[in-house]
């Protein structure tokens, strides 16, 4: 069980926008700043989002974050076949003293 | 170009041990925090250990503490995992990342990963 608690799929038509949960609490994304990832088979994670809303240089401004509360979400506008992917959330987890994910999120572009 | 390089996976029996590596290039390492996550097979990222710029604060998730060993190299820029007691339930690609953090600021800790390396496979298993 992940400390950040994401849905296992979601799927969205090309041009459609979709969103990702990611839920925790105020140990976690309540109180710290939330990052994302992008993974596609058999390769690293990539950076997505950092500091909950902020773009690495590269990452298309299609990709947005977001917080409120105990929760962040990871918006992709425009979707593209290529965004077909594994999405994570992560944080820093103030009582366990360490770094957490969501259990990742699969983007099926239909 | 900065570039993170694992090194040193492998099959282990369980009870082995085995010790990670990671070369790192292109950046000034010292002054970044590192940190070790693994993937078991089919499965999410899981946090493993981080260490401090200069070694001297490390953390580690439940799983692995008094198992595993994070250490660090700033003379060969390098960061090392070294795991004892291994379990099949180890059994992963382990990555090496670079860490912004975690440092505290006003809106809270930063802690997030900008670079990846490749990852090495571990396989406990007899």
């Known amino acids: 069980q992940s400390v950040l608690t994401q849905p296992p799929s979601v799927s969205a038509a090309p041009g459609q926008k979709v969103t990702i949960s990611c839920s925790g609490s105020?140990?976690?994304?309540?109180?710290?700043?939330v990052s994302w990832y992008q993974q596609f088979p058999r390769t690293a994670p990539k950076l997505l989002i950092y500091?909950?809303?902020v773009r690495p240089s590269g990452i298309p401004d299609r990709f947005s974050g977001s917080k409120s509360g105990t929760s962040a979400t990871l918006a992709i506008t425009g979707l593209q076949a290529g965004d077909e992917a594994d999405y994570y959330c992560?944080?820093?987890?103030?009582?366990?003293?360490?770094?957490?994910f969501g259990g990742g999120t699969k983007l099926t572009v239909l | 170009e900065v570039q993170l390089v694992e090194s040193g996976g492998g099959l282990v029996q369980p009870g082995g041990s085995l010790r990670l590596s990671c070369a790192a290039s292109?950046?000034?390492?010292?002054?970044?925090?590192m940190t070790w996550v693994r993937q078991a097979p089919g499965k999410g990222l899981e946090w493993v250990a981080t260490?401090?710029?200069?070694?001297?604060?490390?953390h580690y998730v439940e799983t692995v503490k008094g198992r595993f060993t994070i250490s660090r190299d700033n003379a060969k820029n390098s960061v090392s995992l070294q795991m004892n007691s291994l379990r099949a339930e180890d059994t992963a690609v382990y990555y090496c990342?670079?860490?912004?953090?975690?440092?505290?600021?006003?809106?809270?800790?930063?802690?997030?990963?900008?670079?990846w390396g490749q990852g090495t496979l571990v396989t406990v298993s007899s």
């Open positions: 292109g950046f000034t390492f010292n002054v970044y925090w």
């Open positions: 990342a670079r860490d912004q953090g975690p440092s505290l600021t006003t809106m809270g800790v930063v802690e997030y990963y900008d670079y």
């Open positions: 105020s140990s976690n994304i309540g109180n710290n700043l």
């Open positions: 500091d909950n809303n």
């Open positions: 992560g944080a820093w987890d103030t009582s366990l003293t360490s770094g957490v």
């Open positions: 260490i401090k710029k200069d070694g001297s604060e490390k």
